[in-house]
């Protein structure tokens, strides 16, 4: 009988010796030939992937813990999809990465979080495998809602040269993804779809069987539970049904500015304001949001143009009232470095937000550096008196506390050593 060679170890010790092995696997997988794909029942699958979703871990309101192995080599494909050519599941290698080739196939179970984005899918052929995304937007803490509007079951798509491998903390095979961009989700009537025959048979696609106002229905039922990347996919398949509604254009450019994805937003908004016969209300909502839009980018004078214009349709707007008051603050901020130092000092140390800040760049350029070994770096740009400001740049990215009190002495014990060993 084999023996337990982790009995007795303390539970930092079994981690290690857990993720010991898995490299061991992982050099040992990168020996190994391609070996053909093998049959999986697509049945037995939708099983296996419904007791995932049904397992009290993804059911319950507990914290779950999860682990993964980081350190793999990733792979993502370049090609333009039009550029390969397609190949069946039947045809597939394990330990390989099929470039110059996409796989057409079509989703088959609702997706479930674990720590990939995993669900079935099978080929024109019924062939099935399992697919494991990883970071695919929207998804890191997403729910079962969030995943079936996100990954719809019955999805046609095409996986951009697929790589096939072993998983790392099993015996099964799986396709892996680890670019999102590599996943291209397909409509009826694409060239790629034409004489395709399922052989299970025509299945109903929920992106295409549901109407507009549906899709902007189920938009707005994310956005009131704040889950604003899935309401923005949403609303977007509510738009390619039916473009000319400014309801779900609006609302997606809300949830593209609460994901601080600005620049997207504005292009919606843009396409509201274009129209000739808007209705007021729907005026001012665009430009309120374009003068938000353009504040978290930092384009002040923009921002401030736009809750101006707002206050042309409505003076009485305490909104845009406010807006212009902190666009005004951030265009001297940006031009004179003119800062308020006591005040940011103390809103640091009492909120630990993020600060409501402009950047500004002062007296320096970037500028080839001949007398100090060669590239670029930065330079005064004239003459500069002690104490004098030369820039202030907002954080890139900014870490959250770690409380500590909610873990066990073990669990802190583990991630100590892992930190040792990673260094």
Not at 42 to 51: C, K
Not at 128 to 144: F, H, K, R
Not at 234 to 256: D, G, M, V
Not at 382 to 403: H, T, Y
């Amino acid at each position: 009988m084999k023996q337990n060679s982790t009995k007795g170890l303390s539970e930092g010790d079994q981690f290690l010796q857990m993720a010991t092995n898995a490299k061991k696997k992982a050099e040992e997988e990168k020996r190994k030939p391609p070996v053909p794909m093998p049959y999986v029942n697509p049945l037995s699958l939708m099983f296996q992937i419904e007791m995932q979703r049904q397992s009290p871990e993804n059911t319950g309101d507990g914290t779950v813990l999860r682990q993964t192995f980081i350190g793999q080599e990733t792979r993502h494909s370049t090609a333009p999809l039009r550029s390969l050519t397609r190949i069946s599941l039947q045809e597939m290698q394990v330990r390989r990465r099929h470039e110059g080739k996409h796989l057409l196939c079509r989703i088959i179970t609702p997706a479930v979080r674990l720590v990939s984005v995993t669900f079935a899918i099978e080929d024109p052929n019924g062939w099935a495998q399992v697919i494991s995304v990883y970071n695919y937007p929207g998804t890191q803490y997403a729910n079962e809602r969030e995943l079936e509007t996100l990954l719809p079951v019955h999805s046609i798509i095409a996986i951009r040269e697929p790589w096939a491998k072993m998983a790392l903390a099993g015996d099964h095979t799986h396709i892996r993804i680890d670019s999102p961009s590599d996943i291209v989700f397909l409509r009826e009537g694409d060239e790629l779809l034409t004489d395709i025959r399922w052989s299970s048979g025509r299945r109903p696609c929920t992106i295409l069987s549901r109407s507009a106002s549906e899709w902007k229905s189920v938009g707005d039922k994310h956005f009131r539970e704040k889950e604003y990347f899935p309401a923005s996919v949403a609303y977007k398949h509510a738009l390619e049904k039916q473009p000319s509604l400014i309801a779900a254009r609006l609302n997606r450019s809300l949830a593209l500015i609460k994901l601080e994805l600005y620049d997207p937003a504005l292009g919606e908004l843009r396409a509201v304001l274009d129209k000739t016969d808007l209705p007021t209300n729907d005026k001012q909502k665009a430009l309120y949001r374009s003068a938000q839009a353009h504040y978290g980018e930092g384009r002040y004078d923009e921002a401030l143009k736009m809750y101006r214009e707002c206050l042309i349709l409505d003076e009485a707007l305490q909104e845009a009232h406010l807006g212009v008051q902190r666009c005004e603050k951030r265009v001297a901020e940006q031009k004179n470095g003119s800062f308020d130092w006591n005040a940011l000092f103390k809103e640091t140390t009492s909120s630990g937000n993020e600060l409501d800040v402009a950047d500004f760049v002062g007296p320096i350029k970037i500028a080839p550096l001949a007398n100090r070994g060669g590239g670029r770096g930065i330079v005064a740009a004239r003459s500069v008196v002690a104490g004098e400001l030369l820039v202030r740049l907002s954080s890139l990215v900014q870490g959250r506390r770690l409380n500590t009190a909610s873990l066990s002495p073990n669990h802190l014990q583990c991630q100590i050593r892992v930190a040792i060993q990673q260094a």
